[in-house]
């Protein structure tokens, strides 16, 4: 069959049928960007779900730690030398005035000395870094307070020991025991704040 000629009415029904491919495309766009805003809605929202679970999860295995070692960690010091009579988790200090503030996860003492421990299921030099800068906040909160006990340092978990024992702090491990101190090196003197 030969080919008919281009008529007027034959190009604009082009474009009208060109008209309509465009807005059935423009239609199926839309409603792929939709469906994709949705499945992104929904996956962020799945996302931000499995966050709260996760970071619930670990604050409920840091409970569980403190519990254990809060569980028998005043004998273990006690049989260190330290009297201790209290025995307190998450204490939280600030005196505005410095600009101080901060939390404690286990405070041990007898009212001339306490031990500030701090508590990690996985501890890294830094977080011995930081609790060395807590004890240092808390001096000087408790020096504004006229408070003139000494403090001590302790924290819990065994990646870290050399430095923390170099800083002068005592190391606390999970044992059969539940927890125990580690022994500290030869000339070893736990640093007063």
Not at 16 to 39: G, H, L, P
Not at 147 to 162: L, P, T
Request: charge should be negative; charged fraction near 35%; include cysteine.
């Amino acid at each position: 069959m030969p080919e008919q000629p281009l008529t007027y009415e034959g190009i604009l029904e082009l474009f009208r049928e060109t008209r309509e491919q465009i807005k059935e495309s423009e239609r199926e766009r839309e409603k792929f960007a939709r469906e994709w805003r949705e499945r992104g809605a929904d996956l962020d929202r799945q996302m931000k779900e499995t966050d709260k679970k996760i970071s619930a999860l670990g604050s409920r295995i840091g409970e569980i730690v403190e519990n254990m070692v809060s569980g028998n960690i005043v004998d273990k010091f006690q049989a260190f030398g330290y009297e201790i009579l209290q025995c307190g988790r998450n204490v939280k200090y600030e005196y505005k005035k410095i600009g101080v503030r901060g939390e404690i996860d286990l405070f041990l003492e007898n009212g001339d000395i306490a031990i500030l421990i701090e508590v990690k299921t996985s501890l890294e030099t830094a977080d011995v870094r930081r609790h060395i800068e807590r004890l240092d906040e808390y001096r000087r909160c408790a020096d504004a307070r006229g408070d003139k006990r000494r403090f001590v340092g302790a924290v819990v978990q065994d990646d870290a020991m050399k430095f923390a024992h170099a800083s002068g702090m005592y190391v606390i491990v999970q044992s059969g025991e539940a927890v125990e101190i580690v022994p500290v090196p030869e000339g070893f003197q736990a640093k007063e704040w």
